[in-house]
Structure formats: C-alpha cells, structure tokens
C-alpha cells in the first residue's frame, strides 16, 4: 500500500474560486505545503464565483493536488436550492470515499452542515484523523435566523450528525473566542484542549492612495464632496442585520456629506434596493458583488466599514470581511454582540464602535463624529490596522494551522 499523504482538504469552495470560504482555505493548504506538508483538495467545480472560462476536474496548483467534483448547482436564494447544493456534492464525496483513505488528516468544514459526517466515516473506517473548521454553528444558526424549525426533520439531522461528527474529531477549529465557548457549552463531547481558536484573515495589500482608487470610473455615482463615505461589502442575507442600519441611514438622508455604499449579495440587499428606492436615499450607493481590483479600490475610497450579525448570531458566526476594513488602515463600527472578539478589539484599542441590533441611535452617532473629525477618524484606523496586523494577517494565522498540524501529526 501506498504510504499514506498529510493533509486533505475536504470542502465545497476552493481555489479558483474567489469567495472568503474558498481563498481561506486555499491559503491554508498553500501554507501546509510551504511548512513541508503534502497536501490535496477534494472540493466542488467551480460555478458561481469563478472567473475562468474552463477549469481542470484535476491539477496541481502551487504543489496542492486539487481533485473538482462536478454536482447539482441550483440558486442559493433559496432554502431548497442550497440544501440540493448540500446534499448533492455530499452525495459525490461520499462516492469517493475512498479518496479519504490516501491521507493522514482530513481537514473539514462547516458549511456544507452534512459534509462533515464523510470525514467522520471515514475516521472510522480508516482511522484518518480529523480537523472540523466551524464557520457556522449549526443548526442553531438556522434555528436563530428561521430557516429551519428546531423541531423539523433536517434540524434533528443535523443534531444527529454533529453527535456522530464530534465523536471523531481530533481538533475543532473556532473562529473566535465566543465560538469556542459557545461550542464547549452546547457540544458537550468535546474537552476544552480539543478546541483551537483560530480566526480568519485577510491578506495584507497595504495602503494605497485613495486618489488612485478614486479614478476608478465604477464608483463615479458616488458624490465627491461627501466628508464620509460608509461602506457594507459582502453578503447581506439572513445572518445579518439590516433594521439597525437601515433606520440609521434615514437620519442622513439630507445630508450629503455622508454617502453609503454597499456592494455584495444575498435576501436582504435585495430589500435594501427597494427601501432606497421607494425612500429616495439618494445618498446610498448599491453595487454588485466585488472582487479584485475593484474591491480593493473600495476599501480603499471608503472612510470607515460596518460589520454586522443578527440579533443571537454572536458565537455562531464570524463575519470575515473585518479583516479586510482592518487591513485598509480604516475604522470598524460593529453591530454584534459585546463579548465578541471583534467588539472587543474595536472598542479596547480604539479603533471603532460597537453597540447591539436596534442601538442605531448609537450607530448615528458614531458616524456624526467620524464624519466631524478627521483626526479621530484617521487615528482609529492606523489603530484598526495595528490590530490587524498584530492577530489578522494572513501568515499571522495560518502558522497557527501548521502549528496544530505538526502536533496532530506527532501524535
């Protein structure tokens, strides 16, 4: 028998596909290998978020060997389009089973919710090792956010798995602090040492003159005499909050010197064009999703960011794009819960706001006096940038993932 290969990657989204869930990963594995791993990926064919006309079912890319299964890829706006995404590429890994044999440690996550129980099959069959990264908490996240009842047929499933899931795993990988104490508190399988935080990241462009971004003709629309300009980018579905800020917007609706730019997908940006619309918020500017230049030239003729959860979702989710407002040296106001490391890091360093859902009166606020002093505006985002670069970068956080994978391997 073949001598068996370190590390497999086992997930929907991968390289070369340009969504956070499919970068994080790849940066990931593109570590493990540098460190001296031998490394693999058993991912999805790339539809949604993929720029390139034709992409191989097989290749090695940056030494990592990617294996792409084609499955059914329905619309994700609705529930039932995503769970025949779910189990479709679940059903396609399960037939390759036996792909899982050829590593030492299975390295899995979160979103699709069923995909994990294939890792843990085949800890059982193979004694492969597993890392399960939790993006999300499930089901609770959807019991939170009303996509499913917490007494339907997939929530029990759901449970069921994760029983079978935790049972095998050798390390969890929680995103934050609050995750790793909400998971240790209602998982109850699992011992604290299994347990390693380890946030996402952004990787690290530096800063560049805003005049340069600026001349980017997509962002014409937006006013140039605006003071302050804030901006949401990413997904605005139904893990986040939009009353908050949506009641916050309409005390500047006469002020143009605050200009609000959006640009992602998902529900609820959706409802957001018809609020700005049937509203006349001509100070709010809606774009598609960006990516590449295009997203950094918007990072970069922004002021300050907002990040937001909904209303429980603290400890169940993350939202990643922080690191990336972090990373363009700009102010960070979040709407989320106060224990949250992110909270934290915002209002102990200095380098944001943060309050809870239905606190706007505070959201407008924060933006009055970012809006009316530029020097404090200009000081919270050299702090928001030092955070980053002190636990948010991209080299920062995956050695901790070849740290935990020296020692799995050791074991």
């Not at 990657?9 to 031998?38: H, I, N, R, W």
């Not at 990241?201 to 005049?211: F, L, P």
Request: aromatic share 10%; net charge neutral; hydrophobic share 40%.
């Amino acid at each position: 028998m073949n001598k068996k290969k370190d590390v497999l990657f086992l997930c929907q989204y991968f390289y070369p596909e340009y969504v956070s869930s499919a970068t994080l990963p790849f940066d990931t594995a593109e570590a493990l290998k540098k460190a001296g791993f031998s490394v693999g990926a058993l991912t999805g064919y790339p539809k949604e978020y993929n720029l390139n006309d034709e992409v191989p079912l097989k290749e090695t890319y940056k030494g990592v060997e990617i294996r792409r299964l084609k499955y059914i890829q329905l619309k994700r706006s609705n529930i039932i389009g995503r769970l025949i995404n779910y189990f479709s590429f679940t059903f396609f890994v399960a037939l390759r089973i036996n792909e899982l044999r050829r590593y030492k440690v299975v390295i899995v996550y979160s979103n699709p919710p069923v995909l994990p129980l294939i890792a843990a099959l085949a800890s059982k069959l193979f004694s492969t090792k597993i890392v399960f990264v939790s993006y999300d908490v499930y089901p609770e996240m959807a019991h939170i956010t009303n996509s499913i009842s917490e007494d339907s047929i997939i929530s029990n499933m759901m449970k069921r798995v994760n029983k079978i899931v935790f049972k095998h795993v050798n390390k969890v990988v929680a995103l934050s602090n609050e995750m790793k104490a909400y998971l240790l508190n209602h998982r109850s399988m699992l011992l604290e040492e299994q347990v390693e935080v380890i946030p996402n990241w952004y990787e690290d462009k530096g800063i560049v003159d805003v005049r340069d971004a600026s001349k980017n003709k997509l962002f014409s629309s937006i006013k140039e005499d605006a003071n302050l300009i804030v901006s949401y980018f990413g997904n605005m579905g139904i893990c986040q909050d939009l009353d908050t800020l949506v009641d916050a917007i309409r005390q500047f609706k006469d002020d143009s010197r605050v200009q609000f730019v959006f640009a992602g997908h998902g529900n609820k940006m959706d409802s957001l064009k018809k609020i700005v619309e049937k509203e006349k918020l001509e100070n709010v500017n809606i774009f598609n999703f960006l990516h590449g230049q295009d997203f950094q030239d918007a990072l970069n003729i922004s002021d300050c960011f907002i990040v937001s959860l909904a209303e429980g979702l603290t400890g169940l989710a993350v939202p990643s794009k922080t690191y990336s407002y972090m990373m363009a040296s700009k102010p960070v106001i979040a709407i989320m819960g106060a224990e949250s490391d992110i909270a934290k890091d915002l209002t102990e360093n200095n380098a944001g706001y943060a309050m809870e859902v239905g606190e706007s009166s505070i959201l407008v606020n924060s933006i009055k006096e970012l809006r009316d002093d530029k020097e404090k505006c200009e000081k919270m985002g050299e702090n928001c940038r030092s955070v980053f670069l002190k636990k948010y970068t991209k080299e920062h956080c995956t050695q901790q993932y070849v740290n935990m994978m020296q020692k799995i391997l050791e074991d």
